[in-house]
């Protein structure tokens, strides 16, 4: 069945760090891959999407490649500030089946 | 746009009691999700309906779960009787069309005691 690997946390950095958040997957076909993101009493928020394979999401300064070869999808930012708080889950959806498998999700915290 | 109303927030009951959870998706969204989050984990799907008919209710123990979507809009989850490993936190998300992004309520977190 889909599964989805995330890098452990809890994460801390500084501000202004270069953040990566590694995020592995395994699916049938080809699936649609996601980031999503919970920031403190919120509800989960789209982050960015990649629909097929060399495909870049991007929003807020975050950005993921869809690498079909590595069956991968990082999550990196060049410049961390300490909005950027927040636990983010990579997520996918296979091709015909719309429900979307998490993964475990990742607590990242910026200090000033 | 007004987004995925959740209620309760918060709910706190004895094991074997019964509970009820409440979402109202956005305005002109047909499909509409129930997941369940455990601690530390990322959210499982219980139940996905279009419109009103459930077509995916696979991952949801039926011998103590129900749901229903009443016109194909608001939708409650219930849960008789609960126990301690019931214990999460519920989201209810809701897309305008198969293929479109999911937008999440802030979820209702149960605690079974």
């Known amino acids: 069945g889909d599964s989805v690997t995330q890098m452990e946390g809890p994460v801390t950095l500084s501000e202004e760090a270069f953040l990566t958040i590694n995020c592995t997957y395994t699916?049938?076909?080809?699936?649609?891959l996601f980031w999503y993101v919970q920031y403190p009493g919120e509800g989960l928020q789209l982050l960015l999407k990649a629909t097929k394979a060399d495909d870049k999401g991007s929003n807020k300064g975050f950005e993921a490649t869809y690498r079909k070869e590595t069956t991968s999808f990082h999550l990196e930012k060049g410049s961390v500030q300490v909005s950027d708080s927040a636990v983010y889950f990579c997520?996918?959806?296979?091709?015909?089946?719309?429900?979307?498998?998490f993964g475990t999700g990742t607590r990242l915290t910026i200090i000033p | 746009e007004a987004g995925v109303v959740q209620s309760p927030r918060y709910k706190i009951i004895e094991k074997k009691q019964p509970v009820a959870f409440w979402c109202n998706p956005i305005?002109?969204?047909?499909?509409l999700y129930w997941y369940r989050q455990n601690l530390g984990q990322g959210p499982e799907l219980l139940i996905r309906?279009?419109?009103?008919?459930?077509?995916?209710d696979s991952q949801l123990p039926k011998d103590r779960f129900s749901a229903e979507r009443l016109k194909g809009v608001d939708s409650t989850l219930k849960i008789q009787p609960a126990e301690l490993g019931d214990s999460a936190v519920y989201l209810c998300?809701?897309?305008?069309?198969?293929?479109?992004?999911?937008?999440f309520g802030n979820g209702t977190r149960l605690t079974v005691t």
């Open positions: 998300a809701s897309s305008l069309a198969r293929d479109s992004p999911l937008h």
């Open positions: 997520a996918l959806t296979s091709f015909g089946n719309e429900k979307l498998t």
């Open positions: 699916a049938t076909g080809y699936p649609s």
């Open positions: 305005s002109g969204h047909n499909t």
């Open positions: 309906y279009e419109n009103e008919e459930a077509v995916d």
